[in-house]
């Protein structure tokens, strides 16, 4: 491809180790599902071991056994769903599933092999886990198994998109039941619900672990949380970016006035125009609906506007204006730095309507990671 990825690992370093700060190295568990957020599970991690973590979260069971295959030795939850046939498989590595419906109980009591477990409650979110009510007869349940029941956990509902927490503090309520019924049955048992947002802005959501996802990235979850977090502290925490997406021009056409750029004429030229391919698009993982937007690019630190709508594997941008010092080959930032001017991941996903969460996840895992 003529496009790769840029980790800063650093800068990855710098973010995990301001989190430590905050829970505790040994309470930390960085996130590295969905292909590290689309940063890259393995460079992820190469940047991440000299940190030593004690935990890792990943979203399926075969991340959990691509860590092994890395070397990572510390323990591993897996929070995401899981096929019954994967216990087996999750017990061989020493992967920790969340389990959170009664056919996953069900299924694991018959189990020969039974890997260790974090009973989830759902407690507000209506998407996995058990009833908090229903806490009391499932511990009456796994007593005879109790020694593999490693776990309590949750999940917040709405923590990174509001300034108010009432919410979250209703969820935190029916989780304590829960926890309760456990621990008033002899389980050793540790808790845990906090994500970036609520590690940030909850104290009382940090328990035992924290799993932080994509602030460990250089990302705020949301501008409510970082209003939220300079309400409570009176300044922000310096979270640094880790990703970089750059590319190469490949081609350059000159457009006469008048003349159309790409699918469905949208985009009509008002002058004669220097117009770049770039060989990026929405396959690569730029959202198609960024075109005819304010999206935009950078090339020798200056700007260059997208036109046209974005390709399959192409997309144009408007290099008029430093037509006299670029070519074929000049390197194309489309997140990231260039001399003075950035492009940020939330600026691509605020042009193309969605979260970065969205964005960086689905860049194209193909696409090269390089650790710098």
Known sequence: MHTWIEINGENLRHNVRVFAGIVGKERLAPVLKSNAYGHGLRETWEALKSENPGWIAVNYVSEGKDLRSFGFTGRILVVGPFLTDEMAEAARHKLELFVGHSE????WLASKTKPELHIEFDTGMSRQGFHPEDAFSLAEKLLADKKLIRGVCMHFANVEDVTEHEYARVQLNRFDVAVKAFTGRG?????????????????ESRFDLARVGISIYGFWPSQATKISYKQLHGDVIDLKPVLSWRAKITSLNDVAQGRYVGYGCTFKARHAMRVAVVPVGYFEGYPRIASGTQAYVLIHGERCPVVGRVCMNMMMVDVTDISAKTAVGAVVTLIGRDGQEYVSASDVASWSETIHYELVTRLNPAIERRLT
């Open 104 to 107: 996953g109980i069900s299924a």
């Open 187 to 203: 389980f050793d048992v540790i808790t845990h619900s906090a994500s970036s947002a609520s590690t940030l802005i909850l104290d």
